[in-house]
């Protein structure tokens, strides 16, 4: 099946089976692991993806983790990278990059934004600090692993709106556009 990958993708794959063993899902273009920690869900997509932070490169590898991101910090998150997915509902966040140690850097530092330990311009400028230390071959601990707990049970499902009052607030402007609807019409014939 990996015949028809692109190389870079291929050698992820071998790379990711390496590490935590078979997936547990297998399509025509993914690859997926549940459970292997720190992550909750890793994917290898076959296809890539344009993404210019901090350079040129194709983002194919997504890693997923509980997180309760608040809802104040989510515009943050996206000036910061375009490639952090967040999932309110389910309570995870998640790193779409072309390598572990990226996406790792990524929620590292998505984690510093979210608890006002850095300003968006400043992760942004901690990342390209990052990359080139560990080119240099420097310590990178930010590359290393999360540096925060993990938590379970961070699901948002929300607040329903369905209560009575709605419900009736719904039925009566309901009523009352299809009375307007009806004179629109009965006026119109005329």
């Known amino acids: 099946m990996l015949k028809l990958w692109p190389t870079e993708q291929k050698e992820a794959a071998q790379c990711y089976i390496a590490k935590y063993g078979f997936p547990d899902e297998i399509t025509d273009s993914m690859l997926i692991w549940y459970e292997k920690q720190p992550w909750k869900k890793i994917v290898l997509h076959r296809y890539e993806i344009d993404h210019h932070f901090p350079k040129q490169h194709k983002d194919f590898l997504t890693q997923t983790i509980n997180y309760k991101v608040p809802a104040d910090k989510f515009d943050d998150l996206a000036v910061f990278d375009g490639s952090i997915i967040i999932d309110r509902t389910k309570g995870e966040i998640s790193a779409r990059c072309h390598d572990e140690m990226n996406n790792i850097l990524s929620l590292n530092l998505a ?3 979210i608890t006002s330990k850095k300003t968006v311009r400043e992760a942004r400028d901690a990342y390209a600090q990052n990359l080139i230390a560990h080119r240099m071959k420097l310590p990178t601990p930010y590359m290393d692993h999360l540096r925060f707990s993990l938590k379970q049970n961070t699901a948002d499902p929300d607040v329903s709106i369905m209560g009575e009052t709605i419900i ?10 299809m009375k307007k609807i009806k004179w629109q019409v009965l006026y119109n014939r005329k």
């Open 111 to 113: 984690h510093d934004i």
């Open 168 to 177: 009736k607030r719904v039925k009566q402007n309901f009523k009352s556009s």
